[in-house]
């Protein structure tokens, strides 16, 4: 049975927002009463958290799909609905989040480290929300928007100070077994290790964590063995340890050339370079390898390595060691900027709403991407006249009608706001209030004028303060 996972592929998807409720309070003897739809709930957002005592990403590997709840409706009498629940996932510390084409969107370490990988959907506002002195008794409401869906991979980057790496039976699970409490399997067959193992070392004042990686071989680069699939655990470390057996019995085997094949390895993984090293000759219990170490020791010497004689079966040698490694990390960590701050909470991007563009495309279309008017369109009920009366006119004070015109587009033409392939597409009937600017300024070329920045400022403050869904927002920053 799989106990350890270090890759899965998550499929999160967001709470969808509620939509807002369009409704008109009723008393007996008062027949008109004024607007009183409630707001949507927010939906929930999908949040990844390290939590220290999650070591797999196994959880994930049984079920990769994971939804946030909805929003409720809002409801008249003015009453809001619900929001959604953040779905909370706890994942490992050193859990790498990349999207399908390998980018990575964030890297977890420390705990409490969040990182947001759904943002739910926004609540729509009801009509008593967008009730305005213009607009005195609105016959709709917005829509909730749909939470986000996204598929991710997450990687678990193992969080050691220290790896050991080696060829298989060299000694790295018993090394670990003698100098942290933890207790791997060993065994006197190669591969014995299939996942990491990792250990808590204390030596003095310092306490250091230790991991080993299962054994490579020559060719590893190319899929021997069990490859370098595992490498991506010791990136993270500050000293890579070469533990070499001194003792093998295979006769084209010694330390030296051992140290040579892991090293043209670990070349081949790349990214390692600058990581200190040190070497650790194991089983020197074993008389022929106490004299093999000490016919080899001055050529490690030679090439730069400090280098321990240790048996992690006889227990000699790994005070010395352990407290060579606490010394090397400590001064890795002296080394380091500041400690990281814990607790940092990731955004996937960063929604940049200020401005929109419009392309000219084949066959008499235009293109409208924007983060506004693509968020306007989702909150838009398109049933209802009214509701899109009224996204019209927002589209039109942001400006995408006057947009619209200087790139080209008459009346009929086709006008597609959103990607390829989630757009909505209808025919463009320029406004009375695009119409009338139009006839203002006749005898202007627009496509030859200038912008005006002023007048397009003057123009997005106004569309801004008739805003409701914004402004509500700026209110309720936490819905
Ligand atoms: N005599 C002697 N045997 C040792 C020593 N250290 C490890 N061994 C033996 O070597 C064999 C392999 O040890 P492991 O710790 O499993 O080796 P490993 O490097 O983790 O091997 P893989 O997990 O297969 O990569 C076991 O039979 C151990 O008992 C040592 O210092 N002296
Ligand atoms: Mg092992």
Same mark, same amino acid.
């Given at each position: !049975?799989?106990?350890?996972?270090?890759?899965?592929?998550?499929?999160?998807?967001?709470?969808?927002?509620g939509?807002?409720?369009?409704?008109?309070?009723?008393?007996?003897?008062?027949?008109?009463?004024?607007?009183d739809?409630g707001?949507?709930?927010?939906?929930?957002?999908?949040?990844l958290?390290? %939590?220290?005592?999650?070591?797999?990403?196994?959880?994930?590997?049984?079920?990769?799909?994971?939804?946030?709840?909805?929003g409720?409706?809002g409801?008249?009498d003015?009453?809001?609905? *619900?929001?959604?629940?953040?779905?909370?996932?706890?994942?490992?510390d050193?859990?790498?989040?990349l999207?399908?084409?390998?980018?990575?969107?964030?890297?977890?370490?420390?705990?409490?480290?969040?990182?947001? $990988?759904?943002?739910?959907?926004?609540?729509?506002?009801?009509?008593?929300?967008?009730s305005?002195?213009r607009?005195?008794?609105?016959?709709?409401?917005?829509?909730?928007?749909?939470?986000?869906?996204?598929?991710?991979? !997450?990687?678990?980057?193992?969080?050691?100070?220290?790896?050991?790496?080696g060829?298989?039976?060299?000694?790295?699970?018993?090394?670990?077994?003698?100098l942290?409490?933890?207790?791997?399997?060993?065994?006197?067959?190669?591969?014995?290790?299939?996942?990491?193992?990792?250990?808590?070392?204390t030596?003095?004042?310092?306490v250091?964590?230790?991991?080993? +990686?299962?054994?490579l071989? /020559?060719? $590893?680069?190319?899929?021997?063995?069990l490859? =370098?699939?595992? =490498?991506?655990? +010791?990136?993270?470390?500050?000293?890579?340890?070469?533990?070499?057996?001194?003792?093998?019995?295979?006769?084209?085997?010694?330390?030296?050339?051992?140290?040579?094949?892991?090293?043209? %390895?670990?070349?081949?993984?790349?990214?390692?370079?600058?990581?200190?090293?040190?070497?650790?000759?194991?089983?020197?219990?074993?008389?022929?390898?106490?004299?093999?170490?000490?016919?080899?020791?001055?050529?490690?010497?030679?090439?730069?390595?400090? +280098?321990?004689e240790?048996?992690? +079966?006889?227990?000699?040698?790994?005070? @010395?060691?352990?407290?060579?490694?606490?010394?090397?990390?400590?001064?890795?960590?002296? $080394?380091k &900027?500041?400690?990281?701050?814990?607790?940092?909470?990731?955004? /996937? *991007?960063?929604?940049?709403?200020?401005?929109?563009?419009?392309?000219?495309? %084949?066959?008499?279309?235009?293109?409208?991407?924007?983060?506004?008017?693509?968020?306007?369109?989702?909150?838009?009920?398109?049933?209802n006249?009214e509701?899109?009366?009224? =996204?019209?006119d927002?589209?039109?004070?942001?400006?995408?009608?006057?947009?619209?015109? *200087?790139?080209?587009?008459?009346?009929?033409?086709?006008?597609?706001?959103?990607?390829?392939?989630?757009?909505?597409?209808?025919d463009? @009937?320029?406004?009375?209030?695009?119409?009338?600017?139009?006839?203002g300024?006749?005898?202007?070329?627009?496509?030859?004028?200038?912008?005006? &920045?002023?007048?397009?400022?003057?123009?997005?403050?106004?569309?801004?303060?008739?805003?409701?869904?914004? @402004?509500y927002?700026?209110?309720?920053?936490?819905?």
């Open positions: !049975m799989t106990t350890f996972v270090d890759r899965v592929e998550l499929h999160v998807a967001a709470g969808n927002g939509h807002g409720c369009a409704s008109v309070h009723r008393e007996k003897f008062k027949p008109l009463g004024g607007p739809g707001n949507g709930g927010r939906g929930g957002d999908v949040i958290v390290v %939590e220290q005592s999650v070591t797999t990403l196994l959880d994930y590997h049984h079920s990769p799909h994971r939804k946030a709840t909805n409720q409706p409801a008249g003015n009453r809001s609905g *619900k929001d959604g629940q953040d779905l909370i996932l706890p994942v490992p050193g859990t790498v989040i999207d399908k084409q390998g980018n990575v969107l964030a890297d977890l370490v420390g705990q409490g480290t969040t990182f947001v $990988a759904g943002q739910g959907g926004r609540g729509g506002l009801g009509n008593a929300a967008l305005s002195a607009r005195k008794a609105p016959g709709f409401a917005l829509l909730g928007e749909p939470g986000e869906f996204r598929d991710v991979v !997450m990687e678990l980057k193992t969080v050691a100070d220290v790896a050991l790496v060829y298989p039976s060299a000694g790295k699970s018993s090394l670990i077994s003698v942290s409490a933890a207790k791997p399997k060993i065994a006197d067959y190669p591969f014995t290790t299939l996942v990491p193992n990792l250990g808590v070392v030596a003095g004042s310092t250091y964590t230790i991991a080993d +990686v299962p054994g071989i /020559p060719g $590893a680069s190319q899929g021997k063995g490859g =370098l699939e595992f =490498l991506r655990h +010791v990136e993270r470390c500050s000293v890579l340890v070469h533990v070499l057996d001194t003792a093998t019995l295979e006769s084209d085997r010694d330390p030296v050339s051992d140290l040579d094949v892991i090293e043209a %390895e670990l070349k081949q993984y790349g990214g390692l370079d600058d990581r200190p090293r040190i070497v650790v000759l194991n089983k020197v219990d074993i008389p022929d390898g106490q004299d093999l170490a000490e016919m080899i020791r001055p050529e490690l010497l030679a090439r730069g390595y400090q +280098v321990f240790v048996s992690a +079966v006889a227990r000699t040698g790994l005070k @010395e060691l352990s407290f060579a490694l606490a010394g090397i990390i400590a001064e890795a960590r002296a $080394a &900027p500041v400690e990281e701050a814990t607790r940092i909470v990731i955004r /996937p *991007k960063a929604v940049d709403d200020t401005g929109f563009t419009v392309v000219r495309e %084949e066959g008499d279309l235009y293109r409208v991407r924007g983060e506004k008017p693509e968020r306007w369109v989702r909150q838009t009920d398109f049933s006249d509701a899109v009366g009224y =996204l019209a927002r589209l039109s004070r942001l400006g995408v009608e006057e947009k619209l015109m *200087k790139a080209g587009a008459r009346a009929g033409d086709g006008v597609a706001i959103g990607p390829e392939d989630n757009a909505v597409v209808f463009w @009937e320029p406004t009375m209030m695009a119409g009338a600017e139009m006839l300024r006749r005898g202007e070329d627009h496509r030859l004028e200038a912008p005006r &920045p002023a007048a397009q400022r003057r123009r997005d403050r106004e569309a801004e303060r008739d805003d409701p869904q914004r @402004e927002d700026e209110f309720h920053p936490f819905q």
